[in-house]
């Protein structure tokens, strides 16, 4: 008796990849601020202040500061009220960091004042000059109160050399 194999066809329904994928990247976004979350409530819970807290933020949206931003400010808030003394950083090395440019002020008032505030409060902004180099953007087209570093992962390593811990904002 010679074996056949007969086809079982998995019935289409239309749209599901799309569906999953969505319901996929909804679960993934509505995840990212918890799990950033997550590690400031895990730096809260220390007994000793730590030195110093960079966050990290790679986007691939140019708007995504506009979300990022107000986080950030946020997380600032909550870990200086027990730690007063912690130093901050925020570097930004993904396709975000363009709306920092001077030509996108207009664009993009709020994010640009919010920026201004962090940079009087003693937390630093860094871009990454080689990501922007990839598009042709310089150092020369970010206003002054935004430091353009070298690189984004460099700067970051920079920090966490000086003992700095590591928050992924996303």
């Known amino acids: 008796m010679a074996y056949t194999s007969t086809s079982v066809s998995t ?40 030195f ?11 708007d995504a500061l506009e979300t990022l931003v107000p986080l950030v400010q946020g997380y600032i808030k909550q870990l200086r009220q027990k730690f007063p ?9 993904g396709r975000e960091e363009f709306a920092l440019q001077s ?37 020369e087209d970010f206003p002054q109160y935004v430091n353009v570093a070298p690189t984004g992962p460099g700067q970051i390593a920079l920090y966490r050399e000086l003992g700095y811990h590591l928050v992924v904002v996303y």
């Open 85 to 93: 003394a912690t130093e901050f950083a925020v570097v930004s090395h």
């Open 11 to 50: 019935p289409r329904v239309p749209g599901f990849k799309f569906a999953t994928g969505l319901l996929f990247a909804l679960l993934m976004l509505m995840s990212a601020p918890t799990r950033a979350q997550s590690d400031i409530d895990q730096l809260l819970a220390l007994d000793e202040a730590p």
């Open 52 to 62: 110093g807290v960079v966050f990290e933020i790679v986007e691939d949206e140019e």
């Open 103 to 139: 030509a996108y002020r207009e664009d993009f008032p709020e994010l640009h004042a919010q920026v201004q505030s962090l940079v009087a409060d003693q937390v630093p902004v860094h871009v990454c000059e080689t990501h922007a180099g990839w598009y042709g953007v310089t150092a």
